[in-house]
């Protein structure tokens, strides 16, 4: 049980470069989210699902795309990446308590995204 | 919408004492959690207590306890015995949840707390 799983841990990109962070989960969660890190600014909701096929955005959505084609996995794409994207971004997934005694909801490792 | 303010940047401790983090909260949900999540420096983040708004008992788990004021708004986190290994980044968060009590993972976070424990 890995939990769940971000790749890449590190990532530099120029402006206008495209690319997708991945997620992943293997806790048969229904819910994921995305989150950025920005400092003195706590995490924000980029983008999240309630269970494959089904996503909707949240509280700084411009600038990213993403799908849920599968439970287990949650892609964050950047289209065309500025500097304002360099961030730590987490992926997390929580588990439905209609099945479950807990709530808890389970962060990745987090990826370390520079865009000069 | 919601929001979550932690007013105080940076707090520190004497190992072996106890210290308060503040936090409080605004939701238009009828129904949310409120968390409490710790960050050492190797980023993960890691919860450390949950409330559910619903519930009147303050939630507690081992040396970490909560002063939940619904009224008010205001969920601070109370930790006692400090230890170095408490020192990191506290995040308050809130989340709304469905009409089967499921909190949606849609979380909001405050701006967080460095918490420094001297020995």
């Known amino acids: 049980n890995a939990g769940v799983t971000q790749t890449p841990k590190f990532q530099v990109l120029k402006t206008g470069q495209s690319m997708t962070l991945q997620c992943a989960q293997d806790?048969?969660?229904?819910?994921m989210s995305w989150y950025r890190q920005d400092p003195g600014m706590g995490l924000r909701l980029i983008h999240y699902?309630?269970?494959?096929?089904?996503?909707d955005q949240g509280e700084v959505p411009n600038g990213y795309n993403v799908s849920r084609s599968t439970t287990e996995d949650f892609p964050l794409r950047l289209l065309s990446a500025a500097p304002s994207q360099t961030s730590v971004y987490f992926c997390?997934?929580?588990?439905?308590?209609?099945?479950?005694?807990?709530?808890?909801?389970?962060f990745g490792p987090g990826t370390r995204l520079t865009v000069l | 919408a919601q929001t979550v303010t932690q007013s105080q940047p940076e707090m520190s401790v004497q190992e072996a004492e106890t210290v308060t983090l503040s936090c409080t909260y605004d939701?238009?949900?009828?129904?949310?959690?409120l968390f409490w999540y710790k960050q050492p420096p190797s980023r993960q983040m890691i919860l450390v207590i949950r409330?559910?708004?619903?519930?009147?008992q303050n939630a507690t788990e081992n040396r970490f306890s909560v002063n939940f004021q619904k009224a008010a708004k205001s969920f601070s986190l109370k930790i006692s015995d400090s230890q170095l290994g408490d020192a990191a980044m506290y995040f308050c968060?809130?989340?709304?949840?469905?009409?089967?009590?499921?909190?949606?993972?849609?979380?909001?976070f405050g701006q967080g707390t460095i918490l420094t424990v001297h020995p």
């Open positions: 939701t238009s949900e009828s129904d949310y959690y």
């Open positions: 409330q559910e708004a619903y519930k009147q």
């Open positions: 806790m048969n969660h229904e819910y």
């Open positions: 968060a809130s989340g709304g949840a469905n009409a089967g009590g499921t909190s949606y993972g849609k979380l909001t």
């Open positions: 997390a997934s929580s588990y439905n308590a209609r099945t479950s005694s807990t709530d808890t909801q389970y």
């Open positions: 699902s309630v269970g494959a096929g089904i996503t």
